[in-house]
C-alpha cells in the first residue's frame, strides 16, 4: 500500500477512536431554579429545557447583595451574580438528550445573572422581585481531576429573581439587611421562565420612588 494511503488510513483510525467531548450550541434554559445563602455564597442549582437537565451545587456563586450589607436607602441595590466555580461541584446533567449520572464543574463552567438595580425605602420587610437574564457556559468532566470533559455548552435563559430584606435602625438611619425568604432557608432565589417577566407592582414602585429621591437630589446639587 503506498505510503500516503497509510497515513490517510491511520489518521482515519485516530478521529474514530479518540474520545470525543459533546459541544452543544447553546441551549435555552426555561426551567428551574437557583436558590443562593448570599452572606456564605452557597447555591442549589437545577435548571431544566429541551433535551437538558442540570443540577449541582456550588460554593463559588458570588452575589450583588454581598456589596451591600447591610443595604442603605436609596441607593441602587441590583440581584445579580455571578456563579464561576474554582473547586469541585458534583452533580448530573443530560445534554441534547444525553444522560450523565455523574459530572463534575470546575474551571471552565460560569454563568452572569443581570437585573434592572432598585433603591430600598420603607421601615419595614420587603421582598424585591425584579426579571433577570443569564447567559452563560458549563463545561461537564467525567472525573474530579478535571482532566477529561464529556461536555461543553452555552446556556442562556430568563426568569424572575427575589430577594427579601429586613429593616433595623442604627444612628437614626433604617438599613436593609437580606433575610430569607418566606418558608426557605434562602435569600435569593432566580427562577427560569420560558416567557419574559416584568417586576411586581410593589418592585415597580420601590424602582420609581427610588428614581424620584435621586433625580432630586441631583436637582439640588446643580442648583
Known amino acids: 500500500m503506498p505510503t500516503h494511503r497509510i497515513v490517510t488510513a491511520t489518521l482515519a483510525l485516530l478521529l ?13 434554559v426555561t426551567g428551574g431554579h437557583v436558590q443562593v445563602e448570599t452572606s456564605l455564597s452557597l447555591a442549589r442549582i437545577a435548571l431544566t429545557g429541551r433535551d437538558f437537565a442540570l443540577s449541582t451545587g456550588t460554593e463559588d456563586f458570588l452575589s450583588d447583595l454581598r456589596q451591600c450589607a447591610p443595604c442603605e436607602p436609596n ?7 455571578r456563579w464561576a466555580p474554582t473547586g469541585i461541584n458534583g452533580g448530573s446533567a443530560t445534554v441534547n438528550g444525553v444522560h ?9 463552567s460560569s454563568g452572569t445573572f443581570t437585573t434592572p438595580t432598585v433603591t430600598l425605602a420603607g421601615s419595614g420587610p420587603v421582598t424585591v422581585t425584579l426579571p433577570f437574564t443569564f447567559r452563560g457556559t458549563v463545561t461537564g468532566f467525567a472525573s474530579s481531576q478535571f482532566d477529561d470533559p464529556v461536555f461543553t455548552t452555552g446556556l442562556v435563559g430568563s426568569g424572575t429573581a427575589r ?7 442604627s444612628d437614626g438611619t433604617t438599613l436593609f439587611s437580606t433575610t430569607d425568604l418566606p418558608g426557605t432557608d434562602f435569600q435569593l432565589e432566580y427562577r427560569f421562565s420560558s416567557v419574559s417577566t416584568t417586576p411586581e407592582p410593589a418592585t415597580l414602585l420601590l424602582m420609581t420612588s427610588g428614581a424620584l429621591v435621586l433625580e432630586a437630589r441631583r436637582r439640588r446639587r446643580t442648583v
Open 16 to 28: 474514530v477512536t479518540r474520545p470525543s467531548t459533546l459541544r452543544a450550541d447553546p441551549i435555552t
Open 75 to 81: 441607593v441602587p441595590v441590583s440581584l445579580g451574580a
Open 100 to 108: 450523565f449520572s455523574e459530572v463534575f464543574f470546575g474551571p471552565g
Open 163 to 169: 430577594a427579601r430584606f429586613n429593616t433595623f435602625v
